[in-house]
């Protein structure tokens, strides 16, 4: 079975850090790229990071960069996302989710110049900011 689970979330202060991991089982999520996304209360989702599959080229939002990391561990099967200096504005549920390369999934977003496609989800991890 085709799985993705995102943990890591929780609450932290302003100027903290988290690291969100996104765990595959039934796929080898190396062969994939991986976006990173989040959505607030009454706000669309949002492409925040994106990892390619190729060369493990990163890009991010405007909004996070400079402040979040992605990175991959193969031998685990898991991605990451390192959140450093964290604002109240970060707060949502985080989600990550694998490219689909053919298009057929509709969830697309732009990363890196160009629109890619992402079809298995996960169930998404709450990362509260607040003093």
């Known amino acids: 079975q085709v799985q993705l689970v995102e943990s890591g979330g929780g609450l932290v202060q302003p100027g903290g850090s988290l690291r969100l991991s996104c765990a595959a089982s039934?796929?080898?999520?190396?062969?994939?790229?991986v976006g990173w996304f989040r959505q607030a209360p009454g706000k669309e989702r949002e492409g925040v990071s994106y990892?390619?599959?190729?060369?493990?080229?990163?890009y991010y939002a405007n909004s996070v960069k400079g402040r979040f990391t992605v990175s991959r561990d193969k031998a685990k099967n898991t991605v990451y996302l390192q959140m450093n200096n964290l604002k109240p504005e970060d707060t949502a549920v985080y989600f990550c989710?694998?490219?689909?390369?053919?298009?057929?999934?509709?969830?697309?977003?732009?990363?890196?110049?160009?629109?890619?496609?992402?079809?298995?989800w996960g169930q998404g991890t709450q990362v509260t900011v607040s003093s």
């Open positions: 039934g796929f080898t999520l190396e062969h994939y790229g």
């Open positions: 990892i390619s599959r190729t060369d493990g080229t990163a």
């Open positions: 989710a694998s490219e689909d390369e053919t298009g057929n999934s509709r969830n697309y977003y732009f990363f890196g110049g160009q629109t890619r496609s992402f079809g298995s």
